[in-house]
């Protein structure tokens, strides 16, 4: 079997702190949250106000009207960042290189928009029809197969729903096919919009959303905060980027998955400590050389508590030289689609020696005892970082990076 190195040479997103990778850095750096009322969906009957959500978005600016039509607000977000992350990799595509480069997508929800609207035309206005657009719209797969047909991409296509963890999976599966020969190059990440009356209703009778702000590791968290939007990295395997002289923004060196098989909203400790040491493993590397983890850290007291004592079984004494920090805090949990703007965030962690900060951090939790870099970003060389995402469903998937050296 073939073992290659594969390489970030560029990314994209559109997200609720910036909708560029420079936009997006600087607010993380800056600490500047994306979260406050959300105006997109009247929250005149909904218990929890606030949101996470991407304002000014025009995508008439970046998609030409007749593919337009055809897609729902997640499948423009991912375009527009694919879009991007070819901008930013120097990618001009042949007949030859199309057939050789994947497209992978995660979301958890797909076209909501379109669905609501369908619902809304039907029980609500009692037309006898719904828009004849509505099921290419609403499709899960519609991000990545608007992604392959805007720029020609005849590779693997497909899409993956495993809630949130969905875009740490679409990354992780393109890593695997670039190192082991099927493809050259890919495009991963993931889109989600969640932002309509009925989602938000789904949202509120679960009971996890905070009422105010995501506080991730702070004793006084009180849940979480849906976010929207998408982000892609192109990946390529290292042979492939040095001959055409591409910049290089950092390496997957690793990626591990796991299910718990126990509970669908309840995760399991060891499910994630075998993701991680998976994602150790897969990528060679020693828990002493970690330097950082850009933590699921959703604010719920459940998942924060069992994400830190995780961490502390899998890396031991060196756990208290950890930082660890959740990026939620500043761009919400856009479910699907989250753990795809966390891996940009990582990358440019390794990069540019910052740690991204955990935002509206209030007061320490004996049970998140380690160190959560909060409310401030902070200047670190680090080698190696893990990106965490654990999903309903009890479905785990880490990703191991590392920092680009020539």
Known sequence: MNSRRVVVTGTGIVSPIGSTTKDFWKSVVDCTSGIGPYTSVNPENIRFKNGAEVKDFDPTIHIEKGALDLMDRFAQFAVVAAQQAIKQAGITFTSESAQRTAVICGSSIGGVHAQEQSYYDLYKENKTRVHPLSIPKTMPNSASSNVSMQFGITGPVYTISTACASSNHAIGNAFWLIRSGVCDQALAGGSETPFTFTFL?????????????????????????LGEGGAMLFLESLEHAQERGAEILGEI???GMTSDASHITKPDQQGAERAMRMALEDGLVVPEQVGYINAHGTGTLVNDSMEVAAIRNVFGKHAEALAISSTKSLHGHALGATSSFEAVATI??????????????????????????????????????????????GLNAVLAFKKWEE
């Open 348 to 393: 440019m962690a390794l990069k540019e020696g910052i740690l991204p900060p955990t935002a509206n951090f209030e007061e320490k939790d004996e049970a998140c005892d380690l160190d959560v870099v909060p409310n401030q970003s902070r200047k670190k060389d680090i080698q190696y970082a893990l990106s965490n995402a654990f999903a309903f469903g």
């Open 201 to 225: 209703k789904a949202w509120e009778a679960i009971r996890v959303v905070a009422p105010d702000t995501c506080r991730p590791f702070s004793k006084t968290r009180q849940g979480m905060i």
């Open 253 to 255: 060196v690793g990626f």
